[in-house]
C-alpha cells in the first residue's frame, strides 16, 4: 500500500463519526468562540468608544486592532451559518459523508486561523494578543471541542476525503429547501454553460462589450426584473434566488453576472425613495431590460468618502446644471439612466448638502460613447472585469430636469444610497462566490486532465487539497452570503451581514483564484487559459462596494456602537 492510499483509507475511517456527535462538538466550539469573541468586544470597546459612540479619534487610532476585531466576528458568524447549514440538512436527513467533512474542516481551519491569527490581508494578521485577549482567556477559548476540531478538523485526511469525493464534480449538499430556488439555479448553470463560457475569454482578450444579444436573453429569462414586484414587470423572486442566479452568471463571466448588479442598485433606491412618477418613469423598463442603468458616486479624488463628492447640481429654472467629473463609471456608455450622487448645497458640508439624480441619457454607440451635450468620458483601460467597460466622465452644465430628483427632497442622496448598498454587498458577495466557484472548477478540470510523473497531478496530496479546502471556503461564505439574502428578503435591516459576507466571500473569491492558477503552473500565467483572466476579475471584488478595509470599519463601528446582535 502506498502512502497516498495509506492516507486515503485512514481518511474514510475518519470520516464516519456520527453526525450528532459531530455537530454537538462544533455547537460547544461555536460557544467558546463567540465567549472569545465577547471579551474581543469588551477589550475594544474600553479602548474606542466614549459615551456609547465609536470616538473617531481613538478608532483612527486603534483602526489595526478594531478592523481585527470586525474580521474575528466575520469569522465567528461564518462558522455559525456553517453550522445552521448543516443542522438544516440533518433535520433533512441529507447530511451525507461529503457535507460532514467540509462541517469539520470548516471549523477546524477558522478554529485555527481564531487561535493562531486570521489574515487580514498578504500583510497584516490579527492575533489575539492584538485584540488584548490575554493568556487566561485564551486558554478558556481552548476547550476540548476546540483543540479537537483544530488538531483533527482540517488535516491532511480530511482535505484527501474531501477532494476524493469531490472528483466528480459534485462540490456538497448547498441546503436549499425551495424547490423553485433549485430550477432557478439549475436554468442559469445552463444558460451559463452554453451561453457565456464558451466566449467569456475572447470576450475578455478583445476588451469587448458583452454582446447585446447575450443581455437581450437575460432580459427574456427576467434577470433584471428578478427581484422587483410584480406591479413593475418583476418576479418578485427575492435576493437569495438574485444570488443564485449571480453566482450562476459570474461563474461563466463576472462582466455578464455584474450586469444586473446596476439595475439592483437602481431599482432599489427608485422603490424605497421615488416619487410615484418616478417610479412609473423607470421602474418597469429596469425590469424588462429595456433600461440600462450606470452608478456615479466615485470622483477622482473621492473614494469610499462619498460624503464629500464634489460634483456640483445648481438648481436653475426647472433643472439641475451638472459640473464636474466621476470616475469608475461602469457600463456608463451604453446605460440610458444614470443614478448620479451630486452635491446641491455646496454651503452645507458632508452628506447633508448631497443628493441623488436619476438622470437620463443617450445610449452611446463605439463611435460616439457620450453624445449628450454638456458631457464627455474617457474610457479607463483596465486589467480585468471587463464586458462593460469604465469611464471618467465629465460635466459641463450637463442638464438635469429637476424631477429626476430622487424622492423630491434634496439633502437625502447620502441617506438613500447608503440604505441600497445591502443589496449591493450581497449581491457583490454572490459575485465574488460565481468567481470562486469557476476558479474551483477550472483547477479541478485541469488537475484531472494534466499529467505528470505517470499520473494526473490531482493525484499529488498538495495539489488536490487546495482544490479540497477551496470546495470548504466556497461552502461557507454561500451560506454566510445566503444567510444575508434572507434577513433582507425578511425587511430586516442587514448592513452587518451583507458587510461580513462581502468581506470574507471576496477574500476567497482572490484566494480560490490564486490557487487555481497554482494548480495551472505556468500554464495559468498564458492568456489562452481562463483561469489568467479569473484571477484578474478576482482581485477587484476586495475593493468595489466599499474595500476590505472600508467593510472592516464599517463592521467595527456597527459591532461596537451597540448593535451586536451576531455576537450574541
Not at 451559463?192 to 458583452?210: C, F, G, M, R, V
Not at 451604453?334 to 458640508?349: G, I
Request: charged fraction near 20%; include cysteine; glycine fraction near 10%.
Amino acid at each position: 500500500m502506498t502512502e497516498d492510499t495509506t492516507i486515503k483509507a485512514k481518511a474514510v475511517t475518519t470520516s464516519g463519526r456520527n453526525a450528532r456527535d459531530l455537530i454537538a462538538t462544533c455547537q460547544a466550539a461555536l460557544r467558546s468562540a463567540r465567549q472569545l469573541e465577547g471579551h474581543a468586544h469588551t477589550n475594544i470597546t474600553n479602548t474606542v468608544v466614549k459615551n456609547g459612540r465609536v470616538d473617531i479619534h481613538s478608532m483612527s487610532a486603534n483602526q489595526f486592532s478594531a478592523h481585527g476585531y470586525a474580521w474575528l466576528a466575520t469569522y465567528v458568524e461564518a462558522l455559525s451559518q456553517l453550522l445552521a447549514w448543516a443542522e438544516r440538512l440533518k433535520s433533512a436527513s441529507e447530511f451525507g459523508e461529503l457535507e460532514h467533512l467540509i462541517l469539520r474542516a470548516g471549523f477546524g481551519d477558522y478554529l485555527a486561523q481564531i487561535r493562531g491569527g486570521i489574515a487580514m490581508s498578504q500583510v497584516e494578521t490579527i492575533r489575539l494578543p492584538d485584540l488584548g485577549i490575554d493568556e487566561e482567556t485564551q486558554r478558556s477559548f481552548d476547550a476540548a471541542e476546540v483543540k479537537n476540531l483544530i488538531q483533527e478538523g482540517n488535516s491532511p485526511q480530511t482535505r484527501q476525503a474531501i477532494a476524493d469525493l469531490i472528483e466528480d464534480g459534485h462540490f456538497g449538499n448547498l441546503g436549499l429547501e425551495d424547490i423553485e430556488l433549485h430550477l432557478i439555479r439549475d436554468q442559469f448553470q445552463k444558460f451559463s454553460d452554453e451561453k457565456i463560457s464558451p466566449y467569456a475569454q475572447s470576450w475578455h482578450k478583445a476588451n469587448a462589450l458583452i454582446p447585446d444579444e447575450v443581455i437581450t436573453e437575460m432580459s427574456q429569462l427576467g434577470v433584471f426584473g428578478l427581484t422587483m414586484p410584480q406591479e413593475w414587470g418583476g418576479s418578485a423572486s427575492g435576493k437569495t434566488a438574485m444570488c443564485l442566479v449571480t453566482e450562476e452568471l459570474c461563474r461563466g463571466y463576472l462582466g455578464v453576472g455584474s450586469l444586473a448588479t446596476r439595475t439592483e442598485i437602481a431599482a432599489d433606491l427608485i422603490r424605497e425613495h421615488g416619487t410615484e412618477a418616478q417610479k412609473q418613469q423607470w421602474l418597469l423598463g429596469l425590469a424588462k431590460g429595456d433600461v440600462l442603468p450606470t452608478a456615479l458616486f466615485t470622483e477622482p479624488d473621492i473614494g469610499s468618502d462619498l460624503a464629500s463628492v464634489g460634483t456640483r447640481a445648481k438648481h436653475v429654472a426647472n433643472v439641475y446644471k451638472i459640473n464636474g467629473a466621476k470616475t469608475w463609471s461602469t457600463h456608463a456608455a451604453r446605460a440610458d439612466l444614470m443614478t448620479m450622487l451630486v452635491r446641491t448645497s455646496p454651503e452645507q458640508l458632508g452628506y447633508k448638502g448631497v443628493s441623488m439624480l436619476l438622470a437620463p441619457k443617450p445610449r452611446g454607440t463605439s463611435a460616439e460613447p457620450f453624445p449628450a451635450p454638456g458631457m464627455s468620458g474617457t474610457e479607463i483601460t483596465v486589467l480585468g472585469y471587463r464586458g462593460m467597460k469604465e469611464y471618467e466622465i465629465g460635466f459641463d452644465n450637463f442638464e438635469v430636469p429637476d424631477d429626476c430628483l430622487l424622492g423630491g427632497v434634496e439633502g437625502q442622496g447620502f441617506k438613500q444610497l447608503m440604505s441600497g448598498m445591502e443589496t449591493a454587498r450581497i449581491q457583490t458577495a454572490a459575485r465574488s462566490i460565481g468567481v470562486a466557484q469557476n476558479a474551483l472548477e477550472l483547477g479541478l478540470s485541469y488537475a484531472l486532465e494534466r499529467r505528470q510523473f505517470g499520473r494526473p497531478i490531482y493525484d499529488f496530496p498538495r495539489i488536490s487539497a487546495k482544490l479540497a479546502y477551496m470546495a470548504v471556503e466556497i461552502m461557507i461564505v454561500r451560506q454566510l452570503t445566503w444567510a444575508a439574502a434572507r434577513e433582507k428578503d425578511a425587511g430586516r435591516r442587514c448592513d452587518l451581514e451583507a458587510g461580513m459576507a462581502k468581506l470574507l466571500a471576496a477574500r476567497v473569491a482572490w484566494s480560490s483564484a490564486d490557487n487555481a492558477m497554482q494548480v495551472h503552473g505556468g500554464n495559468g500565467y498564458a492568456q489562452e487559459y481562463p483561469i489568467s483572466r479569473v484571477l484578474l476579475d478576482s482581485r477587484i471584488l476586495n475593493v468595489f462596494e466599499g474595500t476590505g478595509e472600508i467593510q472592516a470599519q464599517i463592521i467595527a463601528r456597527r459591532l461596537l456602537e451597540g448593535n451586536r446582535a451576531l455576537a450574541n
